[in-house]
T-cell receptor, first 115, second 117 residues
Framework: SQTIHQWPATLVQPVGSPLSLECTVE??????LYWYRQAAGRGLQLLFY??????ISSEVPQNLSASRPQDRQFILSSKKLLLSDSGFYLC??????????????FGPGTRLTVT | AQKITQTQPGMFVQEKEAVTLDCTYD???????LFWYKQPSSGEMIFLIY??????QNATEGRYSLNFQKARKSANLVISASQLGDSAMYFC??????????????FGKGTRLHILP
């Protein structure tokens, strides 16, 4: 079965510090991968998605970046965090099943607090 | 323009009653998919149900069913016989993209459901 991992689970970082959040997927190959951010009490905002190694599409221009160095690894980074970067970061992977129906599942999330 | 609209920011429902969570969407694609997710206080996003735009029958998964009205562009989630554990945030989402790999999902702002004992 497929599993998606995220770490760390929680993170407290000062303003201006760098960020690196990692997401890995097991049990599948060549998945679509996504990074979402959820501000407190709000909906999900799609930040980046990737359809393959080295292929990143950005949905929202900001001080964050994403990379996909390996097929099942997706990394969210920042060189200098802002207070507004605080939130719950969710990685997700998507695939089409045998009926060509699209499914998407989420990792456990990383709660980031920028102080 | 907002593509997924959930007009109910919060709902209070008595336990064992049926619940309908509203969702309307906007797309010009012929092929799309609609999802509902549940997010309890723990933060995890739990996939509940999926409806493809070409599916003729409404999707059902246990106590969850999706009332798909294509002409009205609505995809309401119905929870039968609600339980206390159903208290959570519920998100409607839509998959846009063609039949290739450019799939991505856009989420509504969510509805917070409170089940009362």
């Amino acid at each position: 079965s497929q599993t998606i991992h995220q770490w760390p689970a929680t993170l407290v970082q000062p303003v201006g510090s760098p960020l690196s959040l990692e997401c890995t997927v097991e049990g599948t190959s060549n998945p679509n991968l996504y990074w979402y951010r959820q501000a407190a009490g709000r909906g999900l905002q799609l930040l980046f998605y990737s359809v393959g190694i080295g292929q990143i599409s950005s949905e929202v221009p900001q001080n964050l970046s994403a990379s996909r160095p390996q097929d099942r690894q997706f990394i969210l980074s920042s060189k200098k965090l802002l207070l507004s970067d605080s939130g719950f970061y969710l990685c997700a992977w998507g695939f089409r099943d045998r009926r060509n129906q699209y499914e998407q599942y989420f990792g456990p999330g990383t709660r980031l607090t920028v102080t | 323009a907002q593509k997924i609209t959930q007009t109910q920011p919060g709902m209070f429902v008595q336990e064992k009653e049926a619940v309908t969570l509203d969702c309307t969407y906007d797309t010009s694609d012929q092929s799309y998919g609609l999802f509902w997710y549940k997010q309890p206080s723990s933060g995890e996003m739990i996939f509940l149900i999926y409806q493809g735009s070409y599916d003729e029958q409404n999707a059902t998964e246990g106590r969850y069913s999706l009332n798909f009205q294509k002409a009205r562009k609505s995809a309401n989630l119905v929870i039968s016989a609600s339980q206390l554990g159903d208290s959570a945030m519920y998100f409607c989402a839509m998959r846009e993209g063609n039949m290739n790999r450019d799939d991505k999902i856009i989420f509504g702002k969510g509805t917070r459901l409170h089940i009362l004992p």
